[in-house]
C-alpha cells in the first residue's frame, strides 16, 4: 500500500512543554485510523503537524511524499480538514461558504455543490443563512468543505459531534466509501464505542507520547485481557456442571444466568466444554474486550 503520511520520531515543544515526545507512525492509502486519547493527550498537535499549521522541534512529518508546511501548493490541496469546532460566517448561505472554500482550495465551485448531498444536507437549507443551522447541520457543512478536492488524506477531529444516530451511521457510510477510493481517514475521537466497528486501526497516544499502536484484534493480543463469557442455562441444569479447569461462574441477571472472564489462552478450550452438552443451553455470549477496556487498560499501563 501507498503511504499517504509519515510521522518519524517527532518531538513538538512549546517552550518548556512538550506536548508530542517521540512520536513514529504511517498512514498507508485506504485506511481508516482512530487517533485516540484524553484532552491534552497530544492528539490536537498531531493533527497540526499533519496539515503544516505547525512544524516539529524535531523529527520529520511528511503527507504525499512532502513537507505539508513547506511542500508544493497541489500537496496541500489534497489534504481536507474537519475541525471539531465548525465556525462558520453566519449572514453566508450554505451554498455561498462552500463556494467560498472551493475558491480557496482552487476547486471549481460548480463541482462543490454536488457534496451538499452526499454529506446529507437537505437542498431546502442550501441557500439559508448559516446562522439558521442547527449544530448539526452546520457539522455536515463543515464535513461539505473538508471533501473539497477529492483529498487523499482526510483528517477529521470529533466529526460526529452534534449528528443524531441516523446521520452517524450515513457519515460513516460516507468514509466507507472514501476507503474504496484510496483516501487515509484519520479520525480523532473520544466516542470509542462508536470507533470500535469503524476503523482499521488504532493509535493511543497519552501524555504527548504513542503507547498502542494496531488493528483491534492485535491490541487485544497485546493486552491479554480476559474474555466474558456468558451462559443460561435450561431449567434443571446445575452450574457446577460446567466448572472446567478451576472456572467460577458469577450469578448474572437471573437464576439460571451466569458468567465467568476467562484468559484468552483458556477461551476455546471453555468454549469447547460448555458446547458439549447444547439440550442444556438456552444462550451464549462472548465478550471480547472493547476500545473501551483496551483504551484504559494501555493508558493505565503507561501510567505505571
Avoid at 442444556?280 to 483496551?294: F, G, H, K, N, R
Wanted: charged share 25%; proline share 4%; hydrophobic share 40%.
Amino acid at each position: 500500500m501507498t503511504v499517504t503520511a509519515r510521522v518519524a520520531e517527532v518531538t513538538k515543544k512549546y517552550n518548556a512543554v512538550e506536548a508530542i515526545r517521540d512520536v513514529s507512525f504511517e498512514l498507508v492509502s485506504g485506511e481508516t485510523v482512530a487517533l485516540v486519547g484524553h484532552n491534552g493527550a497530544g492528539k490536537t498537535t498531531l493533527i497540526k503537524l499533519l496539515l503544516g499549521l505547525i512544524r516539529p522541534s524535531s523529527g520529520d512529518v511528511a503527507v504525499l511524499g512532502q513537507n505539508p508546511a513547506t511542500g508544493e501548493w497541489s500537496v496541500r490541496q489534497r489534504l481536507g480538514y474537519l475541525p471539531e469546532s465548525v465556525a462558520f460566517h453566519l449572514a453566508l448561505t450554505g451554498r455561498e461558504t462552500l463556494q467560498f472554500y472551493a475558491r480557496l482550495k482552487r476547486v471549481d465551485p460548480r463541482k462543490a455543490l454536488a457534496l451538499f448531498e452526499r454529506v446529507g444536507l437537505a437542498s431546502e437549507a442550501v441557500d439559508r443563512p448559516v446562522r439558521t443551522y442547527s449544530k448539526g447541520m452546520r457539522q455536515r457543512l463543515g464535513l461539505a468543505q473538508a471533501l473539497l478536492g477529492e483529498p487523499g488524506l482526510l483528517l477529521l477531529d470529533e466529526p460526529t459531534s452534534g449528528l443524531d444516530p441516523a446521520l452517524r451511521r450515513s457519515f460513516y457510510d460516507l468514509v466507507d466509501d472514501l476507503r474504496q477510493t484510496g483516501c487515509t481517514v484519520l479520525l480523532s475521537s473520544h466516542a470509542l464505542t462508536e470507533l470500535e466497528h469503524r476503523t482499521d486501526r488504532v493509535i493511543i497516544v497519552n501524555k504527548g507520547r504513542k503507547v498502542a499502536d494496531g488493528a483491534l484484534e492485535e491490541l487485544r493480543r497485546v493486552a491479554k485481557l480476559p474474555t466474558r463469557v456468558g451462559i443460561q442455562l435450561t431449567a434443571g441444569t446445575r452450574i457446577a456442571e460446567w466448572e472446567c479447569n478451576g472456572t467460577k461462574w458469577s450469578s448474572g441477571r437471573d437464576s439460571s444466568s451466569f458468567e465467568t472472564e476467562i484468559e484468552p489462552s483458556k477461551k476455546i478450550e471453555l468454549l469447547r466444554h460448555i458446547t458439549t452438552n447444547p439440550a442444556q443451553l438456552q444462550a451464549i455470549t462472548v465478550t471480547e474486550p472493547s476500545l473501551d477496556d483496551l483504551y484504559a487498560h494501555f493508558l493505565g499501563r503507561n501510567a505505571r
